[in-house]
């Protein structure tokens, strides 16, 4: 019993940093906003696709990122530019385009960009990269697992958010929230080039 409690409050000190690395908050609204015209059955849909496009690429990284950017050359601010750069072309396509998105591009929202690389993108990779050099391969996996499964919690809720608002308003939101996504993704872009 103390060994597992022992464990537990070991690893505040990796879940609060991935925490905030994923900012699920942040997430949240910007989900809504790629969503919003989906039926339920593919909201739910995309909330699966999503969580385990970040788990599969997380643990990836987890395991092989040091050796890829090794041998790739790649830092965290050439992460942080192409992730923005991404970012930006995503919300230019949705602010011009809209609802005229192909029948089968807005199923794949999940991967790009929700999965990659708004719920793993560069500061997770890298803030999982950080702890496990300090506090070993167990709590960084465990909290990383956590903070996916309250993410998976958030993004299943968004629908309760739809409804409340309804559906001029998610609209409204769905189209500020393309601007804010295009500010975020001009923010790697310059937090990755102050990084270099």
Excluded: C, H, W
């Excluded at 793993?120 to 300090?134: D, E, F, K, S």
Aim: proline letters at 4%.
């Amino acid at each position: 019993m103390k060994y597992i409690l022992g464990f537990i409050l070991g690893l505040i000190p990796t879940l609060i940093p991935i925490f905030v690395a994923i900012d699920v908050i942040g997430v949240l609204p910007i989900f809504v906003s790629l969503t919003f015209d989906q039926s339920e059955t593919e909201r739910k849909s995309v909330v699966r696709q999503s969580v385990l496009t970040a788990l599969a690429a997380g643990l990836g990284f987890l395991f092989l990122g040091k050796f890829l950017l090794a041998v790739l050359g790649v830092t965290e601010g050439d992460f942080k530019v192409a992730g923005g750069v991404l970012l930006i072309v995503l919300s230019i396509n949705d602010l011009i385009f809209g609802t005229k998105r192909r029948a089968g591009e807005k199923n794949k929202v999940g991967v790009v960009p929700i999965g990659m690389p708004l719920i793993v993108g560069p500061a997770v990779l890298t803030t999982m990269i950080l702890l496990l050099n300090t506090y070993g391969i167990l709590p960084t996996v465990v909290s990383f697992l956590a903070n996916l499964a309250l993410v998976y919690f958030v993004l299943r809720s968004a629908g309760s958010i739809i409804r409340l608002i309804g559906e001029g308003g998610t609209r409204a939101v769905a189209k500020f929230m393309s601007i804010l996504l295009a500010a975020i993704g001009v923010m790697m872009i310059r937090r990755g080039i102050e990084g270099m």
